[in-house]
């Protein structure tokens, strides 16, 4: 079971001294389509992503293995595509190799890949129910596939008194083993994060409708050939 940051009292950390430990971090992307408001709530939290980790490593002691989604190569290779891939996500790893970490190789390039293509072709809204259940049982097995790669490397990886930090997508189905106690690290601006994204999501969808009942009030123009 996840303990927030938050929860953990300075008596109760002595108990996490020993045995392997894992920080796990919601990664959360930017977008360039996306207002300068957003934009300071994503910088906001991931500054807090950094804080709370550096508080959680002054109690329980340095990151010595770092798990990243999308992320399969380890080392140096594996940084330089991070670096592409999420800026904010890539500062917070680099000081975590440069103090000694490792960076793993945390994805199957060919799982990866054929999830993807999965749900590419879910995205594009099939006309064959029958297709569309095929494709979302592949989507499925995928999924598991990968997400029991993810498992196995940072079991294999991750060893006795050892600390990791994972940084993935909220609502994975990953079972983490009982013998790794996992931190949810869940700054406040996480919530603000979410809360923006919904309002934006329904003003859109809002939006949306205004517009198709403006088109539906416009007078259709027979063209007679």
Partial sequence: MAEELGKIEKPSVEKFKTGRKLFFVPLVFSGKELPLEFLEKYNRYWQQVESQISNLEMKLGLVTHVFHELISEGGDAGLKTLEKLNESSYLIVKLRVENGANLEATEDNEILAELMDWSRCLS?????????????????????????????????????????????????????????????????ALDEIKRWLRDYEAKAKESSAEELNHLNRIPRILVIP
């Fill in 124 to 188: 594009i809204g099939l006309q064959s129910q029958k297709a569309n259940t095929k494709i979302y049982e592949f989507y499925t097995e995928a999924t598991k596939n990968r997400n029991d790669h993810v498992l196995k490397r940072l079991n294999e990886s991750l060893k006795e008194n050892e600390i990791g930090i994972l940084i993935m997508a909220e609502g994975h189905p990953i079972q983490f083993p009982p013998d790794i106690s996992v931190f949810y690290v869940a700054p406040p």
